[in-house]
């Protein structure tokens, strides 16, 4: 469905799934015109961080003071309506594209190279044929990378588990940017002298078997910023913290859905940042092939815990300090 609302108005609907959305900022101009621009998003599925990036995008273009309309859609986890959604809005003619996740990208640079298209919540997009080279993208794509500090979560892994010995990576074989994750955290555990296996699943389907499948065999499960994973966050965490199993993660909403403790990103921060390259773009300030592909800054990182989770697995978190958030 289709439907005018007011700049403020955008910011409460972001949650929504399957639709259109029509949207316009305050009655800021650009470049002394009146120009209304119009903007495609699609969303791959519903979940905290990828949520949260969009919530982030549309308030970088709200506090640009542009006019726009923004057309969201979700495709539900489901691959063939990233194909559909990304023709649509190719056929809409929007003037940008905003793609929130690699498939989402992947389905929108493969329907069109001359629309700008601004990813984000992806980890890397020349490793997912996105762009030539992250620096200089050299393609109608660029955006910003939700690569975690996977070296730092480790740290944290073995700071709270000193006496663990076997790790297990969680994580779906259906996106690519998950096995760059994998292979980092394979090399941080080698670092540490701990012991890893690979526990993937193809789709949400499988999530249940295969944690069960981990009980007894792994000390410490690690959940990479997988969106099949972390859209069954809940399912993971139910049977691993029945079963004493705690959860390294790769981003806060994990953590809020029973994970009990990551060093991630912002990503409303990293979707803002996605929002603020858009307007450069829409503006004529900048072109996606020139645009190197951003990432935040360290020490914009936060360290999360589940206090409930960590309760329920007898986990002493003060060993952290007082740096720690905990929800």
Not at 181 to 193: D, G, N, P
Request: with cysteine.
């Amino acid at each position: 469905m289709s439907k005018n609302i007011t700049r403020r108005e955008t910011m409460g609907l972001l949650g929504l799934a399957t639709f259109g959305l029509a949207g316009c900022s305050g009655a800021g101009s650009t470049s002394g015109t009146d120009k209304t621009y119009k903007i495609g998003v699609l969303q791959l599925t519903e979940h905290d961080a990828l949520d949260n990036a969009n919530k982030g995008f549309v308030k970088a273009l709200d506090e640009s003071g542009i006019t726009y309309t923004i057309d969201q859609q979700n495709a539900q986890n489901d691959q063939s309506a990233c194909q559909t959604i990304a023709t649509k809005l190719v056929n809409d003619g929007d003037d940008l594209i905003l793609a929130i996740a690699t498939p989402a990208a992947q389905a929108v640079a493969g329907a069109t190279t001359d629309i700008p298209i601004v990813g984000t919540a992806i980890t890397d997009f020349a490793a997912s044929g996105l762009v030539r080279n992250n620096d200089k993208p050299a393609t109608n794509v660029t955006g910003t990378s939700d690569l975690t500090p996977v070296s730092d979560q480790f740290d944290l892994l073995v700071q709270l588990f000193p006496n663990a010995q076997d790790v297990g990576i969680l994580y779906c074989t259906a996106e690519s940017n998950s096995d760059v994750q994998a292979q980092l955290a394979e090399e941080a555990a080698s670092s540490h002298s701990l012991k890893t296996s690979r526990y993937s699943v193809s789709s949400s389907n499988e999530i249940q078997q295969v944690v069960e499948s981990m009980i007894g065999k792994v000390d410490v499960i690690y959940c990479p910023t997988d969106n099949t994973i972390a859209a069954g966050m809940q399912t993971v965490s139910m049977i691993a913290n029945d079963n004493g199993l705690p959860t390294i993660v790769g981003e806060q909403g994990m953590v809020e859905n029973g994970g009990l403790a990551t060093y991630g990103i912002d990503y409303e921060q990293l979707g803002k940042m996605a929002g603020e390259m858009a307007v450069k773009i829409l503006k004529g300030e900048s072109k996606p092939q020139d645009m190197a592909i951003e990432h935040e800054d360290a020490s914009e990182c936060a360290l999360v815990t589940n206090k409930a989770t960590a309760d329920k697995l007898g986990v002493d978190l003060s060993v952290l300090g007082d740096t720690q958030t905990q929800v």
